[in-house]
């Protein structure tokens, strides 16, 4: 069987050399030159270089072996500098939106982390992670509106159906992970 090429090699307007290249941009580097507002790209750089320093790490794929017990010796030393609850959550929420995307990119497993937390497979999935996270946002005084920036959505209405704060979270296996 003879395959057709469906765009002609001259009708192409990125080289094959550049999509190659595309192909091989980490999903952190991605992650980061896709956040749009200047403040929050140049806050979450620093959160992300300070989490950085503490674990040593040098490389951005060096975020895909990072473990809760790293995010959780992190928030540890957070605490005890005496940071204002705010600067923790986001710092916190600059690492987990790098880590949703990098579940979203397929760059880590979050069954590796659903193991660790001995939790069922059943509804464990990125998109749970991101209401769990929310939820619990919401729970320590974040406001909704912040939320709703944060999850990148466009309607209030859409970020209240992430707010489950009225569930039951024994209901959820995303909720016998602690952040």
């Not at 307007?13 to 190659?20: D, G, M, P, R, S």
């Not at 540890?76 to 705010?86: I, M, N, T, W």
């Not at 987990?96 to 590796?112: P, Q, V």
Request: proline share 4%.
């Amino acid at each position: 069987m003879v395959e057709r090429a469906l765009i002609k090699q001259s009708e192409r307007i990125l080289t094959a050399e550049a999509f190659h290249q595309l192909a091989n941009v980490p999903p952190e580097i991605e992650w980061f030159v896709n956040i749009e507002n200047p403040r929050t790209r140049r806050a979450y750089q620093n959160d992300l270089k300070d989490f950085m320093r503490f674990l040593g790490i040098t490389r951005p794929e060096e975020f895909r072996i990072v473990t809760r017990a790293h995010v959780i010796a992190w928030r540890k030393d957070l605490e005890g500098r005496s940071l204002v609850p705010a600067s923790i959550r986001r710092k916190l929420t600059a690492l987990f939106s790098l880590f949703d995307a990098l579940c979203e990119a397929n760059a880590i497993t979050i069954r590796k982390y659903a193991q660790e937390a001995e939790c069922d497979f059943v509804g464990f999935s990125p998109h749970s992670l991101r209401v769990t996270a929310a939820t619990n946002a919401l729970e320590h005084g974040a406001d909704i509106a912040k939320v709703q920036e944060w999850l990148g959505r466009a309607n209030i209405a859409t970020t209240r159906l992430y707010d489950k704060r009225n569930m039951r979270p024994e209901d959820s296996p995303t909720f016998k992970v602690e952040f």
